[in-house]
């Protein structure tokens, strides 16, 4: 029996004869489940490196999921979906320790700033007709060498860019030979960040643009309340920066929503028009176009690799992350239920249809990580983002927006090495 069959197992029980006996019995075997999680909590907590009873019991039940597959760059192209599957328990993992890892702000550091449970680390994607490459950081660099990877969006897309820095870093002893060109430190601010890897003279960078188009002061004649306007007919400042490189990776869409543009007096402008009556859906629309047209006019897609990726949905219980929304008590990824089609977000739907035609030719991949994420409950900062001196932050003031480090990103890094390698090899490179 596999941990999903436990698990639907668990949700189909009901009790069919109200007798107090077999009530007794149930809330006997109820105590002595929550008996054996706590024991395995504690020695999580105690030995991060030893085993511990849940593990065994999900790496025991694993048995069904590892049949023999082929790895993903030996099939042919649409021969394995490496976005279907399943999320495995996997002993071998994390890829990194947080505490090895300069290059991570503090508020990913879940570990370091108090969460007691390692669970989220220990979980690997595995697709359903296939088997990823192990990530090998070493191959990956060489395969860099002399080149730029740039990541472009929002602070999840950082999230993610900070991810690859500390899986490609482990393997370089001497971390000095890994620094900021400009010398900035890897703290939240709202510019760009190029760290270096000397021994490899290749650079991955981060560019912030949450709506990839312009954000910018509001027009003189604007009403009082249009404190900005996002111009949907221009790409971001930095998108010079982008268009040279040889990956790119980026994302958008957590920013497209009320709350972040008309709420706070952000309205919507094209050419020297504010479009006052514009939903936030419709400007979406009108952006990714832009990204479109800037694709085809500005990009040498014979040299430029571009990916996207898929929007990670969040996962506020009970609100949002101002009205209270929570998910610090999640600690298992939501492995009992069908997964849903990535459709059904609108933040991915309205980016995929935008770029249908450039996806449709090759010119643009996508690395549709929505719906393995949408299952993974549990791997949110929550209330460990303030540091390892502040303590958790207050319950009502969570994050089950961004992801802590190693985690999620780290699945989706292993997914974009596949698709990296598998390039490569169709072009001839390996």
């Not at 602070?155 to 060109?181: A, D, F, H």
């Not at 006019?297 to 040299?303: D, H, I, Q, T, Y």
């Amino acid at each position: 029996m596999t941990h999903l069959d436990f698990f639907k197992k668990f949700k189909l029980l009901k009790l069919q004869e109200p007798t107090s006996g077999l009530f007794g019995c149930f809330f006997f075997s109820l105590c002595l489940i929550c008996c054996v999680f706590l024991f395995d909590y504690r020695v999580v907590v105690r030995d991060l490196h030893g085993q511990s009873l849940l593990s065994s019991w999900f790496k025991s039940n694993d048995s069904s999921l590892e049949s023999v597959k082929l790895g993903y760059l030996e099939v042919d192209d649409g021969d394995c979906d490496i976005f279907q599957g399943n999320w495995v328990w996997d002993e071998s993992y994390p890829l990194y320790q947080s505490q090895d890892c300069v290059f991570l702000d503090e508020g990913f550091r879940c570990t370091e700033n108090g969460r007691p449970d390692v669970f989220y680390t220990k979980w690997r994607w595995q697709p359903k007709d296939c088997n990823l490459p192990r990530f090998d950081a070493k191959i990956m660099l060489e395969k860099l060498r002399d080149r730029r990877l740039v990541f472009a969006g929002d602070s999840i897309g950082r999230n993610q860019w900070e991810s690859l820095l500390c899986m490609l870093s482990s393997v370089i002893p001497n971390k000095t030979s890994i620094y900021e060109v400009n010398g900035n430190p890897i703290t939240k601010h709202s510019g760009s960040l190029i760290f270096k890897f000397r021994d490899y003279n290749c650079t991955i960078e981060y560019y912030r643009a949450p709506f990839l188009v312009l954000q910018s002061r509001a027009p003189k004649k604007a009403p009082k309340y249009v404190k900005m306007t996002l111009k949907l007919d221009q790409m971001d400042w930095s998108s010079v920066h982008w268009k040279d490189a040889d990956l790119l990776i980026f994302n958008t869409g957590h920013w497209w929503n009320y709350e972040k543009t008309i709420r706070g007096g952000c309205y919507f402008q094209e050419g020297e028009e504010i479009k006052m009556g514009m939903s936030v859906e419709h400007a979406f629309q009108r952006s990714i176009k832009t990204l479109t047209n800037w694709i085809s006019r500005e990009v040498n897609l014979s040299r430029t690799r571009l990916i996207f990726r898929g929007y990670a949905p969040v996962h506020f219980r009970g609100g949002d992350w101002k009205t209270g929304g929570s998910c610090h008590l999640e600690t298992i990824p939501d492995l009992n239920t069908l997964p849903v089609s990535s459709e059904k977000y609108i933040e991915y739907k309205t980016v995929a249809d935008g770029l249908s035609e450039h996806l449709r030719r090759g010119n643009v991949e996508l690395l549709n990580a929505t719906v393995l994420t949408s299952r993974r409950k549990d791997g949110h900062s929550s209330v460990y983002y303030l540091g390892a001196t502040a303590g958790p932050a207050p319950l009502h003031r969570q994050d089950c927006s961004h992801w802590c480090l190693p985690g999620v990103p780290d699945s989706w890094n292993e997914l974009l090495y596949a698709m990296f390698l598998k390039r490569e090899i169709s072009e001839g490179r390996i």
